[in-house]
């Protein structure tokens, strides 16, 4: 059973709505076939193909903000840092045991504000979000958050 749906207005009780929900919820193995995910880590590898990212560049860092069933995380393994911020303590926990076999700089951290990450300025080259911004009643904080944290060009 689902929890009640939160205030719209009210940014802790939807933090704790969505916390509640998603708390069990990157646990179930059926995750890991959903197509649609599998879609969108096959068009990020097209966007970044397109856009000539080279991943595999020494010392390139990748960063994802609500990486959830770590989909695009595996896509972007190429990396030789990949940091992953996520406020579900199931995905975190999937992601950290999912870890790309012998991949050197693989960290997943449990943070729920991305308006506040714990990154120095210009720490990473590529940073993605799916599916995050529609939740929060206010996306410009986070925004400005990962213009800060990216580095710049």
Not at 62 to 74: D, R, T, V, W
Not at 102 to 109: A, E, G
């Amino acid at each position: 059973m689902q929890p009640d749906p939160a205030p719209e207005n009210d940014p802790q009780s939807t933090l704790a709505y969505n916390q509640s929900f998603y708390a069990t919820h990157y646990r179930n193995p059926f995750l890991a076939l959903r197509y649609d995910l599998i879609y969108r880590s096959r068009r990020l590898r097209q966007i970044l193909a397109g856009a000539r990212i080279d991943l595999s560049k020494p010392g390139f860092r990748s960063f994802e903000y609500g990486f959830g069933a770590a989909h695009f995380l595996k896509t972007l393994r190429a990396s030789e840092t990949i940091v992953g911020c996520e406020f579900s303590r199931s995905a975190v926990a999937a992601a950290r045991s999912d870890r790309p076999a012998s991949h050197p700089h693989w960290h997943m951290l449990d943070w729920d504000d991305p308006t506040s990450l714990p990154f120095r300025n210009g720490s990473f080259d590529l940073i993605s979000c799916c599916h995050v911004l529609e939740h929060l009643p206010d996306d410009e904080p986070m925004i400005r958050e990962f213009v800060r944290i990216a580095r710049p060009g």
